[in-house]
């Protein structure tokens, strides 16, 4: 059976005002052109679209999962991956609610996306982050959101040492993921790779 026409693989569904998306976004959406995101059908109303996600087989990230800080590190990292994979076929993280609750992990541990456009018409909020600098905004509201729903300090030191460097220096995808690598390695050095909590 031909899965874009079976709706038991599109239970997920998210209105969406038309003016929050271009069309060439919905395109490559609707494509399936970035491997990385998840697939989606996009149903038209009169003002709306209706967006219809598949989540056969993949698994909703879920903080329980997560055992040590090399696993939150690898977790960061892979979905910046997810993300530069995004902007790379122009899906901007800016465009997108990037949140935790958007991620989920396919059979190979790999993260998939799950595109919900941010809220507001197109040219308010791009003219809003441009007059507020804010060119790291997806970003950011990520790690403060998965820092709210962490349950241990440590993983909390960790996200905001990502997330003042962030801040700081403003970094473009590519060096964020470089940084993240860098202090899962440190992780992975001082033995967190083999910590399990109870």
């Known amino acids: 059976m031909d899965r ?82 995004g902007k790379e076929n122009l899906l901007d993280e800016n465009r997108y609610i990037l949140t935790p609750e958007n991620t989920f992990f396919d059979r190979d541990k790999n993260i998939k996306i799950r595109y919900v456009p941010i809220e507001g018409e197109i040219g308010e909020q791009e003219s809003f982050k441009v007059k507020n600098n804010l060119i790291s905004d997806g970003k950011l509201k990520f790690l403060k959101r998965l820092k709210e729903l962490c349950d241990e300090e440590i993983y909390g030191e960790y996200i905001d040492r990502i997330i003042e460097t962030l801040t700081l220096k403003n970094l473009e995808i590519v060096s964020l993921i470089n940084f993240v690598g860098e202090l899962k390695r440190d992780a992975y050095l001082c033995g967190w790779n083999n910590y399990s909590r109870s």
């Open 4 to 85: 874009i026409n079976n709706e038991k693989f599109y239970k997920d569904k998210k209105m969406v005002e038309k003016n929050h998306i271009f069309d060439f976004e919905k395109e490559i959406l609707v494509l399936g052109v970035c491997e990385n995101f998840i697939e989606v059908r996009i149903v038209e109303y009169e003002d709306k679209y209706n967006f219809q996600y598949n989540l056969d087989k993949l698994m909703n990230f879920q903080m329980e999962i997560i055992r040590n800080p090399y696993q939150l590190l690898d977790y960061i990292e892979k979905t910046f991956l997810a993300v530069k994979k």
